[in-house]
């Protein structure tokens, strides 16, 4: 038994199957009760489970069990559930915990109301996502539970003390315990649990029922055994679940009755376009099914992880090497790809979680995506107007650019559309691209604040306007130009200072004209796009982290291959250079409209300066980097004109001084920007990133300034702009380590 305190003091199990009785297994072991008590109706189990020690006691009625307990489990047949229910009722004490395992929770929340009369805050519906062929006492497993995942439904009126004890018990049993609504687990559990045990069990059923039906199952390769496997599962418990989830199971069911029929006639029309399609999305969907559960096509969950970067300080950086590529130019070349005419082939395609929910959102409206595999997408274009209505919510995990940038192509298609994103984009405002798109005839829903989810309906009229923006920013200007091509008549957009330009290069080399005027980009709507070729150079933004690294570092020199440098995105290189930074432009050359180059960058000793406001829109997502640089440099820095850094993935600039803070650094924050006195000593401590990639990565840079170990937590969405950061930054002689699930 583990030393922990235990969480309850007497736990009854009613029900000692498979189930009930590793629970009862795992609870023992680990210590997380003072007794564990058994009840079951078959006298022989609950004297073997007393027997092998699988129970601490044995009850001779559910009277005896439930009285005293503290938390009740109940871990009995699915449909068996209301006559138990009616046994615990005269027995349950009022503060006890009640709680269950079964598949399906709108049946159980429903026998406790009809039992009970309503749902106590203390009952807490539960399903661990594990199982056994195995079953009976004899097969309680105490690590049954490890690395898999386990859902509570508890309702809204929960004691919030009660459930974190109950979470608490099933992480120590080694579970990841993750929390939904009792309709949308049914749901969820539906489609992908309870659908595939009624398939696997018809298949069975049907080829057994063939005249050369042992042949068939003599000759059935790996994959047929493997997916009917869990025919074999007890059917009594597998009747009860249907029958109890009976109107989310049927939903499924004509579901997959209709999406099947389709595959039928495509396969009897030689329909190769669909066959592709279908196979394409669903290769990508399984190759991301553990991020799955929530019931969305593509789902980072990276609220679920848990990633702290463990620096010491570091020496010379050095090598010769190639950053990931553009996240800005892998959103795009997916999307207009997608709205081209043809076959549209991309090279160095980020492979990021941003780029990937792009590309995923793209095979939820219909178009056939091929890879990525090893940065290699093929995209089948279907035309402007050849978007297909997604089946449910576009799920955009941490990425504002997509969110954007979607809401402007989406604001005229003949469907509702819903955009959804993870903890950290729900936060950050939209009202920036709704209020111009609703100017033009748009109809867009915001959650308070403006903020996500954005929900858009469909059928709208969109006239161009001219939009004079408030604040420089590429993302409206860019969802707005995306409107503009449904729009009828001139779309056009004048910003305040250049930003990234990288959608209005593109449309143009897609064979669609931009019109630009000085600070204003125009273009009319009812054109066509016409597939091309993509090279995605590396991605400038990823680049920034090293150009700084190579910079502080005494003894560096490290050259960056294929880096974009696009005008309007190299304003991080103007900024280190008026600093003093040893930065060398190499080949210089275009590709696909694009100019990349590589370059040398040598330590050099850096003098703080005043950052020309007419370079901040050009370095708006490496300023953190750049406060690092500004640490270690000699004299002021002073930043001004940034507001925008305050609603990026977190409040940028206040984040950041936070985290120098923390590290002895002083700063002074202003409303727009910061004033960094340089030459200051980086100590050890410890950082919270806030869930912002791009700080984490800063903070990494720092350490090869510091004194002790920096210790930086919240670092799972590094993966989101900068896939292999960690391994890449060692090569280079940056001491980093992950800890944690990435």
Request: charged share 20%.
């Amino acid at each position: 038994m583990s030393d922990q305190q235990p969480l309850f003091k007497r736990v009854a199990i009613i029900g000692l199957g498979l189930i009930g009785g590793s629970l009862a297994c795992a609870i023992r072991r680990n210590g997380l009760a003072e007794v564990v008590v058994g009840a079951d109706k078959r006298a022989d189990e609950l004297a073997l489970g007393h027997e092998l020690g699988v129970i601490d006691e044995a009850a001779a009625s559910i009277e005896e069990a439930v009285k005293g307990s503290d938390l009740v489990v109940l871990a009995v047949p699915v449909r068996a559930t209301r006559a138990v229910l009616e046994e615990i009722q005269p027995w349950l004490g009022e503060s006890a915990v009640l709680t269950d395992v079964g598949s399906t929770k709108s049946s159980f929340v429903a026998d406790v109301e009809a039992v009970f009369g309503a749902l106590s805050p203390q009952v807490i519906p539960g399903h661990p996502i594990a199982g056994s062929e195995k079953s009976g006492i004899r097969a309680a497993n105490p690590d049954l539970f490890a690395r898999h995942k386990v859902i509570l439904t508890p309702d809204e009126q929960v004691n919030q003390s009660a459930l974190d004890r109950l979470k608490r018990l099933w992480e120590g049993c080694g579970a990841t315990v993750l929390t939904m609504s009792v309709a949308y687990h049914d749901e969820v559990l539906a489609a992908t649990s309870h659908l595939p045990h009624l398939i696997a069990f018809s298949l069975v059923d049907t080829l057994a029922g063939e005249d050369e039906n042992m042949d068939i199952f003599r000759y059935a390769a790996g994959g047929f055994r493997d997916f009917t496997r869990i025919a074999a599962s007890d059917p009594v418990m597998w009747h009860d679940i249907f029958l109890s989830n009976q109107q989310a199971v049927l939903r499924v069911i004509d579901h997959f009755t209709h999406d099947l029929e389709q595959l039928r006639e495509a396969i009897a029309n030689q329909d190769s376009a669909t066959l592709l399609r279908v196979f394409s999305r669903a290769k990508a969907a399984r190759e991301h099914f553990s991020k799955m559960l929530s019931g969305q096509a593509y789902v980072t969950n990276n609220s679920e992880k848990q990633v702290t970067f463990r620096l010491q300080p570091g020496s010379a950086v050095t090598g010769d090497i190639r950053v990931p590529g553009d996240k800005s130019m892998s959103h795009r070349s997916i999307m207009l790809g997608a709205l081209a005419d043809g076959t549209t082939e991309v090279k160095g395609f980020l492979e990021g979680e941003d780029s990937l929910a792009t590309l995923q959102a793209f095979r939820d409206m219909g178009v056939t995506i091929e890879g990525p595999d090893a940065g290699f997408v093929r995209i089948h274009g279907v035309g402007v107007n050849g978007l297909q209505a997604p089946r449910g919510p576009l799920y955009l995990g941490n990425s504002g650019t997509a969110m954007r940038l979607f809401a402007g192509l989406l604001a005229a298609q003949p469907f509702d559309s819903e955009l959804t994103g993870d903890a950290s984009l729900s936060k950050r405002p939209m009202g920036r691209v709704a209020d111009p798109l609703r100017a033009m005839g748009a109809v867009i829903d915001t959650a308070e604040g403006g903020r996500p989810p954005l929900k858009i309906r469909g059928g709208q009229h969109l006239s161009g306007i001219h939009y004079e923006m408030p604040v420089a920013s590429a993302q409206v200007k860019s969802c707005l130009l995306l409107a503009g091509l449904y729009a009828e008549g001139s779309t056009s957009v004048t910003e305040p200072a250049p930003t990234r330009d990288h959608t209005e290069r593109m449309l143009a080399g897609f064979g669609y004209h931009v019109h630009r005027d000085g600070a204003t980009a125009s273009v009319s709507g009812g054109g066509h796009l016409k597939a091309t070729n993509i090279d995605v150079p590396a991605d400038i933004s990823s680049a920034a982290f090293f150009l700084v690294a190579a910079s502080i570092a005494p003894g560096s020199d490290l050259v960056l291959r294929h880096v974009g440098m696009n005008p309007t995105r190299v304003g991080v290189i103007n900024i280190l250079r008026m600093m003093g930074a040893d930065i060398e432009v190499l080949d210089e050359r275009e590709i696909g409209g694009e100019p990349v180059a590589d370059l040398r960058v040598r330590a050099a000793e850096l003098q703080g300066i005043d950052i020309p406001e007419d370079q901040v829109p050009l370095a708006i997502d490496e300023f953190p980097v750049l406060f690092i640089a500004a640490t270690c440099a000699k004299g002021r820095t002073v930043l001004r004109g940034a507001e925008e850094l305050r609603v990026k993935e977190s409040d940028r600039i206040q984040v950041m001084a936070d985290g120098l803070a923390a590290l002895g650094v002083e700063t002074t924050v202003t409303p727009d920007g910061i004033v960094i006195e340089g030459d200051q000593t980086i100590d050890g401590g410890t950082v919270n990133s806030h869930g912002d990639h791009r700080i984490a990565m800063s903070f990494a840079v720092a350490s090869l300034r510091a004194e002790a170990e920096i210790e930086v937590t919240d670092c799972a969405n590094v993966a989101t702009s900068f896939p292999g950061f960690v391994e890449l930054a060692r090569s280079t002689g940056i001491h980093v380590t992950a800890e944690g699930d990435e």
